[in-house]
């Protein structure tokens, strides 16, 4: 018969037995519950900006339907100028002040939950784990915002390369967290002696997930930028072998990773089917004429556009006869017939326009995905200022022409339209585009080079045989050309007009301090720009130094390059 100190130790025993088991399940819980409320933090910054965006609307449509008279509004108007006059202004390492306040609010999310209800029993076991579940997480954020049909785009208004930014922000935040996971998991390993574990499956393909991680941030920071058709289908198949290699890591349904897993990637795929989809929809019957443009541009003209496309907002191309497995985003010029213009960098752009060079006027089978992105209502405000470097001018000019059409016979806006541009011969990839803006009454057009003409004249007007048996060189890619093919894009024509740019750079500073300056204060401002950064950087600066609490509302549009 057992004596009372045996009863009492086995008693003793099990009582830590149940007690481990219970510490168990609480900390599994604990673990869940962090990728929940890491979740809910997501959500809950996204729906400050949801709540801000139409906030803003209701307050701006209600002060239109009072022509300006809405006196009570005048106090949340002014709060909202001097907080947006601020989160504009550009940051080092930040498109935006308002990009570095959501990462500062990101940043400050995850520590807290990575730290919240922890279990220091065992610190550096249980560290690790809670940095797992803080990389699967993180994983399920990087996915969401790198969805092309993101809810976003019309909850917010910020499309998905405008969320780019973050979406990089969000994957090397999880390649650190998984960094932290690993070497402490190991460091807690040695410790304890189980260094044995890490020869385990499901441990051994958790490690080459980890590597490819690292690998595929090697590549973004690496070949990005000047390979980036490389860097994109190498991104793709890395993520596709990651969350698998994940999901294996983890596999115990129980634990329920591995279900987040699969959400993560059920979302990916479901996007990648829409998109697939609709480009399969927009083939059928469907045909893009290519024409080759001075200076490495070439137009491209499709017969069927999407509905809901507009000029300034960007779709897919796709044209298998030139590449049949990539699909590449241009800027929307005009829609009746739907227009675009690409610059020549490398890869695909290199590839059609030496296709359009090699026979002018050809037609090949195409598609397109989208459309994509958002654009304020132009036609809405008073003064629009329009600012282009470069390629950029395929989003403005397609603007400035949709506004004239849209205002018809009314005076109510007034357009400033600035292009620069290195080689005067580059005008002439919007020739006629630029002669209906320079007639209209509504737009003054301020034009500028960087460079002097490379021919005799400034702007040299080509007949088609001129075209049939021109070979344009490419012009040399640039840091942020293979990030953003979006960049380029709108129609062109031969035209009888010469234009002659000024030379240099336009001053952005006195221009748009001008047209702030004569505006009455219940005039709409709009200053829309796309370009290289030096330039979206001057454009960012002067407008929060133009929005004041009393004077005309400005607003600020910026499709920057190398999203």
């Given at each position: 018969?057992?004596?009372?100190t045996?009863?009492?130790?086995a008693?003793?025993?099990?009582?830590?037995?149940?007690?481990?088991?219970?510490?168990?399940?609480?900390?599994?819980?604990?673990?869940?519950?962090?990728?929940?409320?890491?979740?809910?933090?997501?959500?809950?910054?996204?729906?400050?900006?949801?709540?801000?965006?139409?906030?803003?609307?209701?307050?701006?449509?209600?002060?239109?339907?009072?022509?300006?008279?809405?006196?009570?509004?005048?106090?949340?108007?002014?709060?909202?100028?001097?907080?947006r006059?601020?989160?504009?202004?550009?940051?080092?390492?930040?498109?935006?002040?308002?990009?570095?306040?959501?990462?500062?609010?990101?940043?400050?999310?995850?520590?807290?939950?990575t730290?919240?209800?922890?279990?220091?029993?065992?610190?550096?076991?249980?560290?690790?784990?809670?940095?797992?579940?803080?990389?699967?997480?993180?994983?399920?954020?990087?996915?969401?915002?790198?969805?092309?049909?993101?809810?976003l785009?019309?909850?917010?208004?910020?499309?998905?390369?405008?969320?780019?930014?973050?979406?990089?922000?969000?994957?090397?935040?999880?390649?650190?967290?998984?960094?932290?996971?690993?070497?402490?998991?190991?460091?807690?390993?040695?410790?304890?002696?189980?260094?044995?574990?890490?020869?385990?499956?499901?441990?051994?393909?958790?490690?080459?997930?980890?590597?490819?991680m690292?690998?595929?941030?090697?590549?973004?920071?690496?070949?990005?930028?000047?390979?980036?058709e490389?860097?994109?289908?190498?991104?793709?198949?890395l993520?596709?072998?990651?969350?698998?290699?994940?999901?294996?890591?983890?596999?115990?349904?129980?634990?329920?990773?591995?279900?987040?897993?699969?959400?993560?990637?059920?979302?990916?795929?479901?996007?990648?089917?829409?998109?697939?989809?609709?480009?399969?929809?927009?083939?059928?019957?469907?045909?893009?004429?290519?024409?080759?443009?001075p200076?490495?541009g070439?137009?491209?003209?499709?017969?069927?556009?999407?509905?809901?496309?507009?000029?300034?907002?960007?779709?897919?191309?796709w044209?298998?006869?030139?590449?049949?497995?990539?699909?590449?985003?241009?800027?929307?010029?005009?829609?009746?017939?739907?227009?675009?213009?690409?610059?020549?960098?490398d890869?695909f752009?290199?590839?059609?326009h030496?296709?359009?060079?090699?026979?002018?006027?050809?037609?090949?089978?195409?598609?397109?995905?989208?459309?994509?992105?958002?654009?304020?209502?132009?036609?809405?405000?008073?003064?629009?200022?329009?600012?282009?470097?470069?390629?950029?001018?395929?989003?403005?000019?397609?603007?400035?022409i949709d506004?004239?059409?849209?205002?018809?016979?009314?005076?109510?806006?007034?357009?400033?339209?600035?292009w620069?541009?290195?080689?005067?011969?580059m005008?002439?990839?919007?020739?006629?585009?630029?002669?209906?803006?320079?007639?209209?009454?509504?737009v003054?057009?301020h034009?500028?080079?960087?460079?002097?003409?490379?021919s005799?004249?400034?702007?040299?007007?080509?007949?088609?045989?001129?075209?049939?048996?021109?070979?344009?060189?490419p012009?040399?890619?640039?840091?942020?050309?293979?990030?953003?093919?979006?960049?380029?894009?709108?129609?062109?024509?031969?035209?009888?007009?010469?234009?002659?740019?000024?030379?240099?750079?336009?001053?952005?500073?006195?221009?748009?301090?001008?047209?702030?300056?004569?505006?009455?204060?219940?005039?709409?401002?709009?200053?829309?720009a796309?370009?290289?950064?030096?330039?979206?950087?001057?454009?960012?600066?002067?407008v929060?130094?133009?929005?004041?609490?009393?004077?005309?509302?400005?607003?600020?549009?910026?499709?920057?390059?190398?999203?």
């Open positions: 018969m057992p004596n009372a045996t009863i009492a130790t008693a003793a025993a099990k009582a830590d037995k149940v007690a481990k088991a219970k510490a168990k399940v609480l900390r599994q819980r604990n673990n869940e519950n962090s990728t929940k409320f890491f979740a809910a933090a997501m959500v809950g910054i996204m729906v400050i900006f949801i709540l801000f965006h139409w906030t803003r609307i209701a307050f701006k449509t209600y002060e239109r339907r009072r022509s300006g008279k809405a006196t009570f509004l005048k106090f949340p108007v002014r709060i909202t100028r001097v907080i006059s601020v989160l504009i202004r550009k940051l080092p390492l930040f498109t935006s002040t308002g990009h570095a306040l959501v990462f500062v609010g990101y940043l400050a999310a995850t520590i807290a939950i730290f919240t209800k922890m279990d220091w029993t065992s610190p550096l076991k249980y560290l690790a784990k809670r940095l797992g579940w803080i990389s699967v997480a993180n994983l399920g954020l990087v996915t969401f915002l790198s969805l092309k049909n993101t809810p785009a019309f909850l917010t208004a910020y499309s998905y390369e405008r969320l780019n930014v973050l979406h990089r922000i969000a994957g090397y935040s999880l390649v650190i967290s998984m960094i932290l996971h690993a070497t402490i998991y190991l460091a807690a390993a040695i410790r304890v002696g189980e260094i044995y574990t890490f020869r385990e499956d499901d441990q051994v393909v958790g490690i080459i997930a980890g590597f490819l690292l690998l595929s941030v090697a590549l973004a920071v690496l070949v990005r930028k000047m390979r980036y490389i860097f994109y289908v190498t991104h793709v198949v993520f596709i072998v990651i969350i698998i290699l994940v999901g294996m890591h983890r596999p115990d349904f129980t634990q329920k990773a591995v279900i987040g897993i699969i959400v993560i990637g059920s979302l990916w795929f479901a996007d990648r089917v829409i998109r697939s989809l609709r480009t399969l929809f927009f083939s059928f019957g469907n045909t893009a004429t290519l024409t080759p443009l200076h490495g070439t137009r491209v003209v499709l017969r069927k556009s999407p509905g809901r496309a507009v000029p300034g907002t960007h779709c897919f191309l044209i298998p006869g030139v590449r049949a497995l990539e699909s590449h985003p241009f800027t929307i010029t005009s829609t009746k017939p739907l227009e675009l213009v690409v610059a020549a960098y890869g752009t290199r590839d059609l030496a296709a359009a060079v090699k026979n002018p006027g050809q037609t090949l089978k195409a598609s397109i995905d989208g459309p994509y992105g958002n654009i304020p209502n132009f036609a809405n405000f008073t003064k629009v200022v329009l600012i282009a470097g470069g390629s950029g001018a395929s989003f403005t000019v397609g603007i400035a506004i004239l059409r849209k205002l018809g016979t009314s005076q109510t806006t007034t357009i400033e339209f600035i620069t541009v290195r080689e005067p011969e005008l002439e990839w919007f020739s006629e585009q630029l002669k209906e803006l320079t007639d209209s009454p509504l003054n057009v034009l500028f080079s960087t460079r002097s003409s490379t005799d004249n400034t702007l040299v007007s080509h007949t088609s045989d001129e075209e049939n048996n021109s070979s344009i060189d012009p040399p890619s640039s840091k942020n050309s293979h990030d953003i093919e979006k960049q380029i894009a709108s129609p062109v024509s031969s035209a009888d007009v010469v234009y002659s740019p000024q030379s240099g750079r336009p001053d952005i500073t006195t221009i748009v301090n001008e047209i702030v300056e004569k505006a009455e204060d219940n005039d709409r401002v709009v200053v829309a796309c370009g290289p950064d030096s330039l979206m950087k001057a454009t960012r600066s002067i929060a130094k133009n929005i004041k609490v009393d004077g005309p509302s400005i607003e600020l549009h910026v499709e920057q390059f190398g999203w």
